[in-house]
């Protein structure tokens, strides 16, 4: 970093507000960050939703970033929708796809799309085998309803205005491929196979942390998978980090630099670190705190989740 002009590393400011609600998930995928799942209890309550809103409010920050666990299974998570959409915000959803399927979610599709909501859905892969052995049975299949039912909205759809991005990691101890390529595998096979369309693809790096970082341990490929990292470091990449662009905000109010430093317990350091203090002045030219994990981010094309792509 110092090589490349970087250090200390510092934020340039926010676009980006992302509201953590939560782990928990209808899915327990091998290679989640967050470590989320259906017995995790942690999810944020209203009270803290509506400092997130008021601190929002406050600034011209326009995105907003609502993820978790499956976010949609927050109890806040259309309320915050909603005022997100009245405060004229565009707004992102990090989708499983899966949770539309859920009988109490029979309705969140149209709700989405109701109030032009970014939809950017993780998809391992094209096929059933590679998503399953990742995700979990069945999880593939209902991976492609999911898509079907959003393009039947006319999400993915060319000048619909409903934006679905997917999210492309490795099954393995690798890094993604070039984005174009693997943008274009995608493109072919869900359009011939399923009859699936999408706007972007993004790909990102595996962290090593949570779930990921046990396998890597487990199997005895963390220094390998580390080396790789570090190896494939690119100034170009860490300059554009989503660090440097984004607030983090757990289900408990702490501010983080990045969800990655969210899992690892690891706050903003030289500003407020809990919303209900939310100082924008500080916060944006804070310096950002970064541990090994942060090379999965600057390695080769960088790693990209929507929103905006790095490198």
């Known amino acids: 970093m110092e090589q490349a002009g970087l250090f200390p590393l510092r934020a340039i400011g926010i676009t980006v507000f992302q509201i953590n609600v939560g782990k928990l998930c209808n899915q327990t995928c091998k290679h989640c960050h967050v470590d989320a799942g259906p ?18 409010a406050k600034t011209d920050i326009p995105t907003v970033d609502i993820t978790g666990g499956a976010p949609e299974l927050n109890p806040n998570f259309r309320w915050l929708v909603e005022q997100a959409y009245g405060l004229k915000r565009h707004i992102i959803d990090r989708c499983n796809l899966s949770v539309l399927l859920l009988p109490s979610q029979s309705d969140l599709a149209e709700f989405l799309a109701q109030r032009r909501v970014e939809i950017v859905a993780s998809l391992p892969y094209y096929r059933a085998s590679q998503t399953d052995a990742q995700r979990g049975n069945g999880v593939f299949e209902k991976s492609i309803e999911g898509l079907q039912r959003l393009n039947r909205l006319g999400y993915g759809k060319p000048n619909s205005g409903l934006v679905l991005n997917l999210v492309y990691n490795p099954v393995g101890a ?52 580390m080396a790789r990292l570090a190896n494939a470091f690119n100034p170009g990449a860490a300059a554009g980090v989503m660090c440097r662009y984004t607030l983090s905000v757990g289900w408990d109010g702490t501010l983080y630099d990045c969800d990655f430093n969210q899992m690892l317990d690891l706050p903003v350091e030289g500003a407020p670190s809990h919303i209900r203090d939310f100082d924008r002045t500080q916060l944006n030219g804070r310096r950002i705190v970064t541990h090994n994990h942060c090379y999965g981010c600057t390695a080769g094309s960088g790693s990209s989740c929507g929103g905006a792509v790095t490198g």
């Open 39 to 56: 017995d995790r209890t942690e999810s944020m309550s209203r009270d803290t939703a509506e400092l997130c809103i008021q601190a929002l």
């Open 174 to 225: 690798f890094l993604p491929p070039k984005q174009q390529a693997i943008e274009a595998q995608f493109r072919k096979e869900l359009k011939t196979r399923h009859g699936v369309e999408f706007n972007q693809l993004y790909t990102i790096t595996n962290m090593p942390i949570s779930r990921f970082l046990d396998f890597l341990v487990e199997c005895g490929n963390y220094d390998g998978y």
